[in-house]
């Protein structure tokens, strides 16, 4: 009889057990996407905007996050920049090799209480989103990978290597704390960025249709191209006119297209994008894939602006200044040139075409001091993280590597010799994107299920 019961027990036990498990799993998942929200949400209400000065008081906040999750203190710096900030945090491993690095911006672009619907700075959670500025760009990537290492650091994982957490503070504008991390963290193996990649949703069903892997960037670079002429009186005109001269200029510039090229990169969104373009578009891409060298397949994507930036170096004009007063003959006149320069093609080049098309009485000079960088290489261990990752969420998504218009932190850490990977949270539908713009907000689905891909991802890379 007690065999018998003993029998019983035991039978009863193993069939509560997988129960119980699920039971405790669905716990631990409900408890972690919610500290994930929590976290999100409150650094929405920090605003910050260059020259606020609260990028330090939100690297404070999300330190105290680390800390109350298991990190030493000593493995947390928050070093003040300026009226910015960094914050790189350590989860130390075994040193079998080298850091992984993860990248995110705190700072965000300004966002005027007036022109929203809500306060911009004050998160509400609303019909499957949540909505405050910096909820899609970039808090809900920082917001994932802070809470993914206070997981990771609860259960006991011990890495192969260190996991170092670098966020920057002025991402958004200066990219000078980006480029100080970037040289201060250059030996790594490589880095994984928040702020670029993910899924778009399809507008109809709402269900993912590819996910995005961002593996480089075109380089930013804006030039200023300047006539300047003795002028005189409105009364007494010439053909020698600034303004005449810089019409001229800029009509040989728009008039000219940047040889096509194609990249690692390039080549395998072109060739998943065929299969959902339109026919004239996707007998064009596989024409061009094919053969770069196909001027009448080059023409006709660079007749779409969806594309035209995919194939080659872009140059437009975005802004003009010039003359000084209605009577007189312009002194000066200048037209700010914005390129979005093809990976692997160097600046002093784009400017030497520049000014070829210009004109010899053109000045041409560089504002600011852009970075170019190289795309990364398709490394096959970050290919299959992204694999195993994006499957936890999405089974089955097919995953894309791509390359940005730019810029992301991870241009600074190309530049460096880092490869850098942008594997982004944000699942979202083309017309739900409004980083940048107003009523900025994210699904919750992009945070919670960002859990689950980064939780993997890391796992698998740091292992």
């Given at each position: 009889?007690?065999?018998?019961?003993?029998?019983?027990?035991?039978?009863?036990?193993?069939?509560?057990?997988?129960?119980?498990?699920?039971?405790?799993?669905?716990?631990?998942?409900?408890?972690?996407?919610?500290?994930?929200?929590?976290?999100?949400?409150?650094?929405?209400?920090?605003?910050?905007?260059?020259?606020?000065?609260?990028?330090?008081?939100?690297?404070?906040?999300?330190?105290?996050?680390?800390?109350?999750?298991?990190?030493?203190?000593?493995?947390?710096?928050?070093?003040?920049?300026?009226?910015?900030?960094?914050?790189?945090?350590?989860?130390?491993?075994?040193?079998?090799?080298?850091?992984?690095?993860?990248?995110?911006?705190?700072?965000?672009?300004?966002?005027?209480?007036?022109?929203?619907?809500?306060?911009?700075?004050?998160?509400?959670?609303?019909?499957?989103?949540?909505?405050?500025?910096?909820?899609?760009?970039?808090?809900?990537?920082?917001?994932?990978?802070?809470?993914?290492?206070?997981?990771?650091?609860?259960?006991?994982?011990?890495?192969?290597?260190?996991?170092?957490?670098?966020?920057?503070?002025?991402?958004?504008?200066?990219?000078?704390?980006?480029?100080?991390?970037?040289?201060?963290?250059?030996?790594?193996?490589?880095?994984?960025?928040?702020?670029?990649?993910?899924?778009?949703?399809?507008?109809?069903?709402?269900?993912?249709?590819?996910?995005?892997?961002?593996?480089?960037?075109?380089?930013?670079?804006?030039?200023?191209?300047?006539?300047?002429?003795?002028?005189?009186?409105?009364?007494?005109?010439?053909?020698?006119?600034?303004?005449?001269?810089?019409?001229?200029?800029?009509?040989?510039?728009?008039?000219?297209?940047?040889?096509?090229?194609i990249n690692e990169l390039t080549?395998?969104?072109?060739?998943?994008?065929?299969?959902?373009?339109?026919?004239?578009?996707?007998?064009?891409?596989?024409?061009?894939?094919?053969?770069?060298?196909?001027?009448?397949?080059?023409?006709?994507?660079?007749?779409?602006?969806?594309?035209?930036?995919?194939?080659?170096?872009?140059c437009v004009a975005t802004m003009?200044?010039?003359?000084?007063?209605?009577?007189?003959?312009?002194?000066?006149?200048?037209?700010?040139?914005?390129?979005?320069?093809?990976?692997?093609?160097?600046?002093?080049?784009?400017?030497?075409?520049?000014?070829?098309?210009?004109?010899?009485?053109?000045?041409?000079?560089?504002?600011?001091?852009?970075?170019?960088?190289?795309?990364?290489?398709?490394?096959?261990?970050?290919?299959?993280?992204?694999?195993?990752?994006?499957?936890?969420?999405?089974?089955?998504?097919?995953?894309?590597?791509?390359?940005?218009?730019?810029?992301?932190?991870?241009?600074?850490?190309?530049?460096?010799?880092?490869?850098?990977?942008?594997?982004?949270?944000?699942?979202?539908?083309?017309?739900?994107?409004?980083?940048?713009?107003?009523?900025?907000?994210?699904?919750?689905?992009?945070?919670?299920?960002?859990?689950?891909?980064?939780?993997?991802?890391?796992?698998?890379?740091?292992?």
């Amino acid at each position: 009889m007690r065999i018998k019961m003993l029998a019983s027990a035991l039978l009863l036990a193993s069939a509560l057990q997988p129960a119980t498990a699920a039971r405790a799993a669905t716990t631990n998942e409900a408890t972690q996407n919610a500290a994930v929200l929590d976290i999100l949400k409150k650094s929405i209400g920090f605003r910050t905007v260059q020259g606020q000065g609260q990028v330090p008081a939100y690297a404070e906040y999300l330190a105290d996050v680390l800390k109350a999750g298991g990190f030493a203190a000593e493995d947390i710096q928050v070093q003040k920049r300026g009226e910015t900030a960094t914050l790189v945090a350590r989860y130390r491993g075994t040193g079998k090799g080298k850091p992984i690095l993860l990248s995110g911006h705190m700072d965000v672009v300004e966002a005027k209480r007036e022109d929203w619907e809500r306060d911009p700075f004050v998160a509400v959670v609303e019909n499957g989103y949540v909505y405050g500025r910096g909820s899609s760009d970039n808090k809900a990537g920082v917001s994932v990978m802070v809470q993914t290492l206070v997981r990771l650091k609860q259960e006991g994982f011990k890495p192969g290597r260190d996991i170092i957490l670098a966020l920057s503070g002025d991402e958004e504008t200066d990219m000078a704390t980006t480029a100080a991390l970037a040289k201060e963290l250059k030996s790594a193996e490589l880095l994984l960025n928040s702020d670029a990649g993910g899924a778009l949703l399809d507008e109809a069903t709402g269900k993912p249709t590819v996910y995005g892997l961002q593996a480089g960037e075109k380089t930013y670079a804006d030039f200023r191209i300047t006539f300047t002429n003795p002028g005189g009186h409105s009364s007494r005109p010439s053909k020698d006119n600034a303004i005449y001269e810089l019409a001229q200029a800029i009509d040989r510039i728009a008039a000219y297209d940047f040889p096509p090229q194609i990249n690692e990169l390039t080549r395998a969104t072109l060739t998943a994008a065929a299969s959902k373009s339109p026919p004239e578009t996707a007998e064009a891409m596989k024409r061009f894939v094919a053969n770069p060298g196909d001027a009448k397949a080059a023409a006709t994507l660079s007749e779409d602006p969806e594309w035209i930036g995919t194939i080659r170096t872009t140059c437009v004009a975005t802004m003009l200044e010039g003359g000084h007063a209605l009577n007189a003959l312009p002194q000066s006149a200048s037209v700010m040139v914005n390129c979005r320069i093809f990976p692997g093609v160097g600046i002093p080049e784009i400017h030497a075409k520049l000014a070829e098309l210009a004109g010899p009485a053109a000045k041409i000079t560089i504002i600011g001091n852009p970075t170019s960088s190289d795309a990364s290489p398709l490394r096959p261990d970050v290919m299959a993280a992204a694999r195993k990752a994006v499957d936890a969420r999405s089974p089955g998504l097919p995953i894309v590597p791509n390359m940005s218009a730019g810029a992301t932190d991870s241009l600074y850490f190309r530049a460096e010799g880092v490869p850098s990977y942008g594997l982004g949270v944000t699942y979202m539908k083309a017309s739900d994107d409004f980083s940048h713009g107003l009523n900025e907000r994210v699904t919750v689905e992009s945070v919670t299920g960002g859990l689950k891909q980064w939780y993997v991802l890391l796992k698998e890379l740091a292992k």
